[in-house]
């Protein structure tokens, strides 16, 4: 079973800021289906990337994705308030039929 | 647009069944499956399975297995999740979500529902 391992798990930073968000496969996995959401309080999870580093509809270019193998990053170019909220990684493992979704990485306003 | 409505809120006691309810609009529902993620309070997203609306196969984790059972109604383009044997760790908010390929990420939620488990 792959794991996703997220870090860090808080990261604390003002608007403005970049902030750089990491998820570690547990084993080497398919970037074609590594994916990244965003979720708020109260609201339905947002996807953000897909294919590691495919921005959704409607997802603005402040937002980018990259990654392969084990080690996947999203990154927010400049911090708007409306960005903090929890980030989550997820995978598909097409051979099992599964979805796996990291623990999370909270980003908190400084 | 595609739109997924879920059932309202429920409280169950521990050991009941709970059924959550989630009905498509804005796409042939027989095109795409449907995913079940939970949210434990504090916690992350958690995957609980996936129907094919088309064929009416199922998977979901090791974990669930046994306990979980989704279906769905194409007459109605919906939906159904049955949890039973509910712990009071199951208090959770429940989403559906559908997607056109694995490849694209889960693109379409529902709003959630919440279950709350309490004697």
């Known amino acids: 079973e792959i794991v996703l391992t997220q870090s860090p798990d808080t990261l604390s930073l003002s608007p403005g800021e970049r902030a750089t968000l990491f998820c570690r496969a547990s084993?080497?996995?398919?970037?074609?289906?590594l994916a990244w959401y965003q979720h708020k309080p109260g609201q339905a999870p947002r996807l953000l990337v897909y294919g590691a580093s495919n921005r959704a509809t409607g997802i603005p270019d402040m937002f980018s994705g990259s990654g392969s193998g084990t080690d996947f990053t999203l990154t927010i170019s400049r911090l708007e308030p409306e960005d903090f909220a929890v980030y989550y990684c997820q995978h598909y493992d097409s051979s099992r039929g599964m979805y796996t979704f990291g623990q999370g990485t909270k980003l908190e306003i400084k | 647009q595609v739109q997924l409505v879920q059932s309202g809120a429920a409280v169950k006691k521990p050991g009941a069944s709970v059924k959550v309810s989630c009905k498509a609009s804005g796409y042939t529902f027989t095109n795409y499956g449907i995913i079940w993620v939970r949210q434990v309070p504090g916690q992350g997203l958690e995957w609980m399975g996936w129907i094919s609306a088309h064929s009416g196969n199922t998977n979901s984790p090791q974990k669930f297995q046994g306990r979980v059972t989704m279906t769905t109604d194409t007459s109605t383009s919906t939906a159904y999740m049955e949890l039973r044997s509910l712990r009071s760790d199951d208090t959770a908010l429940y989403y559906c979500?559908?997607?056109?390929?694995?490849?694209?990420?889960?693109?379409?939620w529902g709003q959630g529902t919440l279950v709350t488990v309490s004697s």
């Open positions: 979500a559908t997607n056109k390929s694995p490849r694209l990420g889960i693109d379409h």
């Open positions: 084993q080497s996995v398919s970037a074609s289906y």
